[in-house]
């Protein structure tokens, strides 16, 4: 389990899609090593990987075709920057929201407009996704914790602070990149339940969570 709260920008040294059964992705995590070892997870741009081998700071991730499908994760290249974030300690303060780094699917920056040292990015995303978000509530961009500032017919948007800009691979985005998306899990958890309420032919209007006490 993550926060959303991001440690370090590191460097990938290598990437190898592989075939069906796979691939790998080696990447430099610097200082974050030394407390590191094999078996532990890491969201790497978002994703939750396993450590399956550490040389040094150079740590080694398999990709699952799973991985490959619903992550960029396979378009990374040698010197790409991905948002690195251990996992979570019981103890440790829960600052941005609950991730599990599983991607839901990927979005497309929009556009980014910029308001001296803030920014606000639109990012565009299929149906499925947009169905799955509200105003005010969670969002994670490649591992990223962020607040949905707006939902468009095709789009959300987000309003990013200087210090989410310099920390994170946020800073440099631009129109066209691609990007990984988590939905916030409670939000998940409780569309699923409520559609296992509702008759199977009746949609989720805001009129019928009216009715509901919602």
């Not at 991001?6 to 407390?35: R, W």
Request: aromatic letters at 4%; proline letters at 4%.
């Amino acid at each position: 389990m993550f926060t959303g709260l991001i440690e370090a920008i590191c460097d990938v040294k290598s990437v190898s899609p592989g075939t069906a059964s796979g691939g790998s992705l080696v990447v430099d995590l610097g200082g974050l090593a030394q407390d590191c070892k094999t078996g532990d997870s890491i969201a790497v741009g978002g994703v939750c990987l396993t450590i399956t081998r550490l040389q040094g700071t150079a740590a080694t991730f398999g990709l699952s075709p799973e991985t490959l499908e619903r992550s960029t994760l396979g378009t990374l290249r040698p010197a790409s920057r991905v948002n690195i974030e251990r996992a979570m300690r019981p103890a440790d303060r829960l600052g941005g929201h609950i991730v599990q780094g599983h991607v839901d699917g990927i979005g497309t920056v929009k556009a980014v407009r910029r308001h001296g040292e803030f920014a606000d990015i639109e990012f565009a995303v299929g149906p499925e996704l947009l169905e799955q978000m509200v105003v005010k509530g969670s969002v994670a961009v490649d591992g990223v914790s962020l607040t949905v500032a707006g939902i468009g017919p095709d789009s959300f948007w987000v309003a990013a602070i200087p210090e989410t800009l310099n920390r994170t691979t946020l800073g440099n985005a631009y129109i066209g990149g691609r990007v990984n998306i988590e939905i916030d899990i409670l939000v998940k958890i409780v569309r699923r339940q409520l559609e296992a309420i509702l008759p199977q032919k009746q949609s989720l209007t805001v009129e019928r969570l009216k009715q509901m006490g919602f």
